[in-house]
């Protein structure tokens, strides 16, 4: 793969971006450590499920300005390629329910839709690569 | 679209790195250009126009519709 192509090419982004996946999972754990058990929906525990979101977002949002660094190229291999992982994820969410709901397949919680997208992403960039290579 | 990069490129013994740097894309788009897998952005084509003094219709030729 490409140096370019990589969403996270540019140094000074992958910097801030593992910066803020790193206070991510540090909320995480702090969050998991400090509260107790069982879950139920008091502030403290809606505070520990959403503090996370701030570090987490501040990383998506340096996948963003990678992606306007890039040019025009490596720009149209990622759009194609979050493209189809939203396309194919949709695809893929819709057969699981309609599964459920005839045949009666277990029930997946949302976490799991993060193999799908990064999944299907994946695909798109490889295909993108060799498509203008 | 077919295009003359290549040849173009050649006169002036430029790699398809030095093309990239100077336009300020990767090489993969230069090589992508030149095999004509990919169609440039107009900005693109423009830039790339007036790298080598010519105008985009002499460096860029639609294949459906050809000038006469």
């Known amino acids: 793969m490409s140096n370019m192509t990589n969403l996270l090419c540019f140094p000074h982004l992958r910097r801030r971006y593992w910066l803020w996946m790193g206070a991510y999972v540090v909320a995480i754990m702090a969050g998991a450590l400090l509260i107790s058990k069982p879950p139920r929906p008091d502030a403290a525990h809606l505070a ?3 503090i996370p979101l701030v570090p987490l977002f501040l990383a998506l949002a340096e996948t963003f300005r990678s992606v306007r660094a890039m040019d025009e190229l490596q720009r149209r291999i990622q759009i194609d390629a979050l493209l189809l992982s939203l396309v194919g994820t949709i695809a893929i969410v819709l057969g699981v329910g309609i ?3 005839m045949a009666g397949i277990p029930l997946f919680g949302v976490f799991w839709l993060w193999l799908p997208i990064c999944g299907l992403y994946a695909v798109g960039v490889f295909l993108g690569q060799r498509r203008y290579s | 679209m077919k295009n003359s990069l290549r040849v173009l490129r050649a006169e ?3 790699s398809q790195a030095d093309l990239a740097e ?3 894309v990767s090489r993969q788009t230069i090589n992508a250009l030149e095999v004509g897998k990919y169609d440039p952005s107009l900005a693109l084509a423009f ?4 790298m080598f003094e010519r105008t985009i219709h002499d460096i860029f030729t639609d ?4 000038r006469a």
């Open chain 1, 48 to 50: 520990a499920g959403i």
């Open chain 1, 99 to 101: 599964l459920q709901f």
């Open chain 2, 12 to 14: 002036r013994e430029w």
């Open chain 2, 22 to 24: 100077q336009l300020g």
């Open chain 2, 47 to 50: 830039k790339i126009a007036r």
């Open chain 2, 63 to 66: 294949e459906e519709h050809p």
